[in-house]
C-alpha cells in the first residue's frame, strides 16, 4: 500500500534559523495536504498542493509539490516560537479515498 | 475554514465500559469522516472511514466489533468504544472531508477526544 515518509523526525534550530521538512511517497499522488499540530493540539490544516511543480507561499512558510508529484516540502524561514510543533504531510493517491499521514516532523525553536 | 467538533473532549472510564464520541461537521455536508487514533509523539494512524449511509470501512487490524462506527447524517459520525481496556486510551481524533466545487479533497480535523480507561 501507499506510505508516506518524512525527515527528519526531529529538528532543533535556534530562533531565526530556518527549517525544512521533506515528504516523500511512495506511489504518486494527486493531491498533498499539510498540517500543524501545536503540543496538545489537534493537526490543522495549513495547505494543499494538486499541481505538478506547485509552489505556495504563506508568509515564512513555503510549500513545494515534486514535479513527479511523489514528494513535497515545506520551508520556514527565520523559524519563530510559534512555529513549535509537529508538522505532518498527508497524501492522497490517485485511486484512494484517505489521505496517507507521514510520521511527522517535531520542530523545537530555541529562543 | 470549515469546523469540526468533538466530544466528549476528555472522558474517564471504567475498563469494561463502552464510550461513545460524536463528530459533527458544522458548516458543512460530510459523507466520508475518518477515525483516526494517535498515540502519544506519534503519527495520526487511521481506523476506518466512515461513510454515510453505508457500513465503515476499518483498516488491517481495526477489530469492527470492537470499534462501533455510526455515520447516520451529512454532519454526524460516531464511534463507540465498547468494552474498553486500558490500552485503549488514546487520542481519538475524527476528520471530515469536503470536497471544493474544483474537485479537489480537504481534510479538516476535529479537536479529539482523550480516552482513558481506568
Known amino acids: 500500500g501507499q506510505q508516506v515518509m518524512q525527515i527528519p523526525q526531529y529538528q532543533h534550530v535556534q530562533e531565526g534559523e530556518d527549517f525544512t521538512t521533506y515528504c516523500n511517497s511512495s506511489?504518486?499522488?494527486?493531491?498533498i495536504q499539510w498540517y500543524k499540530q501545536r503540543p496538545g493540539g489537534h493537526p490543522v490544516f495549513l495547505i494543499q498542493l494538486v499541481k505538478s511543480g506547485e509552489v505556495k507561499k504563506q508568509k515564512r512558510l513555503t510549500f513545494q509539490f515534486g514535479e513527479a508529484k511523489k514528494n513535497s516540502s515545506l520551508h520556514i524561514t527565520a523559524t519563530q516560537t510559534t512555529d513549535v510543533g509537529t508538522y505532518f504531510c498527508a497524501g492522497l493517491g490517485n485511486y484512494g479515498q484517505n489521505f496517507v499521514f507521514g510520521p511527522g516532523t517535531r520542530l523545537s525553536v530555541l529562543p | 475554514g470549515a469546523v469540526v467538533s468533538q466530544h466528549p473532549s476528555r472522558v474517564i472510564c471504567k475498563s469494561g465500559t463502552s464510550v461513545k464520541i460524536e463528530c459533527r461537521s458544522l458548516d458543512f455536508q460530510a459523507t466520508t469522516m475518518f477515525w483516526y487514533r494517535q498515540f502519544p509523539k506519534q503519527s495520526l494512524m487511521l481506523m476506518a472511514t466512515s461513510n454515510e449511509g453505508s457500513k465503515a470501512t476499518y483498516e488491517q487490524g481495526v477489530e469492527k466489533d470492537k470499534f462501533l462506527i455510526n455515520h447516520a447524517s451529512l454532519t454526524l459520525s460516531t464511534l463507540t468504544v465498547t468494552s474498553a481496556h486500558p490500552e485503549d486510551s488514546s487520542f481519538y481524533i475524527c476528520?471530515?472531508?469536503?470536497?471544493?466545487?474544483?474537485?479537489?479533497?480537504?481534510?479538516?480535523f476535529g479537536p479529539g477526544t482523550r480516552l482513558t480507561v481506568l
Open positions: 476528520s471530515a472531508k469536503r470536497t471544493s466545487p474544483l474537485g479537489t479533497d480537504t481534510q479538516y
Open positions: 506511489t504518486t499522488l494527486s493531491n
